[in-house]
């Protein structure tokens, strides 16, 4: 492929990359909340109210808008937040490695999320929509 054709496709990539990243945060959410799919040690889900439970309703509500691209930059801003909030409060105590501590995904999202708020949703979105863009 040459140099133009990336380019010309760089903005739906841009989609995919939010569509992809988002339905697996999503997921994230619905084993939180919904117990689905099942959570590995069996348990019940978390308290609403607690810093896991709020994790889950972030993950879950912000998950669906950016799946849609509703939103997007400010929750893409807010989730980049939470990531790299649960980096810190719950992964980086553990270690000083990522690999070790379990807090490479947080990382990963972090900065996806971060991207996204900067780059935008890309045209596959529902902002793209209200703001009369075509595909």
């Known amino acids: 492929m040459n140099e133009q054709a990336l380019e010309a496709w760089a903005p739906r990539v841009l989609s995919i990359l939010r569509i992809v990243a988002a339905v697996l945060?999503?997921?994230?959410?619905?084993?939180k909340l919904l117990g689905f799919p099942a959570r590995p040690d069996g348990g019940a889900?978390?308290?609403?109210?607690?810093?896991?439970g709020a994790s889950g309703v972030l993950e879950?509500?912000?998950g669906a808008l950016l799946i849609l691209g509703l939103f997007?930059?400010?929750?893409?801003?807010?989730l980049s937040g939470e990531m790299a909030f649960a980096y810190?409060?719950?992964?980086?105590?553990?270690?000083a490695f990522?690999?070790?501590?379990?807090?490479?995904?947080?990382?990963?999202?972090?900065?996806?999320?971060?991207?996204?708020?900067?780059?935008?949703?890309?045209?596959?979105?529902?902002?793209?929509k209200r703001a009369g863009s075509t595909f």
């Open 60 to 62: 879950l509500v912000g």
């Open 98 to 128: 990522p690999v070790l501590n379990g807090g490479d995904a947080s990382i990963l999202y972090c900065f996806v999320f971060l991207y996204i708020f900067f780059a935008g949703p890309g045209p596959w979105s529902l902002d793209a």
């Open 45 to 52: 889900g978390p308290e609403i109210f607690s810093l896991i």
């Open 88 to 95: 810190w409060m719950a992964h980086a105590p553990k270690s």
């Open 25 to 31: 945060f999503f997921e994230h959410g619905t084993q």
């Open 72 to 78: 997007t930059r400010p929750v893409a801003f807010v």
